[in-house]
């Protein structure tokens, strides 16, 4: 065959458990070398390969693999990025390359449209007869919901290190919190119980605060919620996501108040933008049918007074917008949104139900997708 150029998800191989040693659930550089090698053979010794990592790979790895990937990044041989996904998707694009990987990448088919129509260029692993063979990865088309499933898990993951994989993590979803600490500021914002996702002690998977970062205590079970996202208007870059449930109404501001979201507390992002939001901007609460995995609820929004207003921004019509009217309710739309102070964006997340519906765990990547024969158990 001719020789094709390829770029490899290196956190992705080395925790297969595809690759030797099989069934192992733990990463292994040594799977990376069979790798190449199984490409090499396939595709011609020139076959081009760039390696792209995690960069967290480092601390994942036995101790000896880490001085070999540490040294391997030092010669040019691999590449370490903060976030491996993104890069590899750019340069694939880009130069027309292979991806290896068995991840389906949901979370990045907003940004990485291509995907579908290259898919014969995607491809993943499995023993044959003579070694590891080259089969393609499975990637095709998916809905906009199952998209927006997969960037709420990822979310999770990289915000409170919640991993919708395992079932102690679910567990913990399924539960409201409250934090004991006497001294915290969200215990005194949020007594009864906090408005924000929990973070996970990694090792052992206890909920933790994730204001002073003391372990929480149950406050009972969680009910169904929708994800509303903030973010800054322009640029989209985030500023933080919050769950919010069907018997509660949330004030969101500057301020801080029980029962409320501040946008302009100090480990937010987008400063800028927020100054410009009012200490109490807009109450929020959930309305629409009282279904068991609330499908069909909506964002009910009451503007209250702020000093630069909010408008509403229809879908599809991101150029025609209309002031709302303090202290008038207003229900939006399915895929409506909300702009605060001409400078920070408000929606709910394509998700619709979280977490009260079935989650369906998906082992190649902390996305939520239906198995395929090409996915495996890999954790990464």
Not at 125 to 135: A, I, M, R, Y
Not at 185 to 190: E, K, N, Q
Not at 344 to 364: A, I, K, Q, Y
Request: aromatic share 4%; charged share 25%; glycine share 8%.
């Amino acid at each position: 065959m001719n020789a094709s150029g390829a770029v490899v998800d290196v956190s992705n191989v080395c925790w297969s458990e595809r690759i030797a040693p099989l069934g192992e659930r733990s990463p292994r550089l040594g799977r990376l070398d069979l790798l190449c090698e199984a490409w090499r053979r396939s595709r011609g010794e020139q076959a081009p390969l760039t390696l792209i990592a995690d960069g967290s790979l480092r601390y994942q790895l036995p101790r000896p693999e880490r001085r070999r990937l540490e040294a391997m990044a030092h010669a040019g041989e691999i590449r370490l990025a903060p976030t491996a996904d993104p890069e590899l998707l750019s340069l694939a694009r880009d130069e027309g390359l292979y991806v290896v990987s068995r991840d389906q990448f949901l979370d990045l088919r907003r940004a990485h449209p291509w995907i579908p129509s290259a898919a014969a260029r995607f491809l993943a692993w499995q023993q044959g007869p003579s070694g590891l063979e080259f089969v393609p990865s499975g990637v095709r088309d998916v809905t906009e919901q199952r998209k927006s499933r997969a960037e709420e898990a990822k979310e999770l993951i990289r915000g409170s290190g919640i991993d919708v994989r395992q079932t102690a993590h679910r567990e913990v979803l399924g539960l409201d919190w409250r934090c004991p600490s006497r001294s915290c500021l969200h215990a005194m914002l949020w007594p009864e119980r906090l408005l924000l996702w929990p973070d996970i002690a990694r090792r052992d998977g206890t909920a933790l605060c994730p204001g002073c970062g003391s372990p929480l205590e149950a406050a009972g079970p969680r009910p169904p919620v929708r994800v509303v996202v903030v973010s800054e208007d322009g640029t989209d870059g985030e500023i933080l996501r919050f769950p919010l449930a069907s018997e509660e109404s949330v004030l969101v501001g500057r301020g801080s108040s029980t029962h409320g979201v501040n946008l302009a507390a100090d480990d937010l992002p987008h400063p800028a933008a927020t100054r410009r939001v009012s200490r109490s901007h807009l109450l929020l609460r959930l309305v629409g049918p009282a279904t068991v995995d609330h499908r069909g609820t909506r964002l009910a929004v009451t503007e209250l007074g702020s000093t630069n207003g909010t408008v509403l921004r229809p879908s599809g019509m991101r150029g025609r917008t209309r002031p709302l009217v303090p202290g008038e309710e207003t229900v939006l739309g399915p895929d409506d949104e909300l702009v605060l102070a001409d400078a920070v964006r408000l929606r709910l997340s394509g998700r619709e139900h979280f977490p009260g519906d079935r989650v369906l765990p998906d082992p190649s990547g902390p996305v939520l997708v239906e198995k395929t024969e090409f996915e495996s158990d890999d954790p990464s």
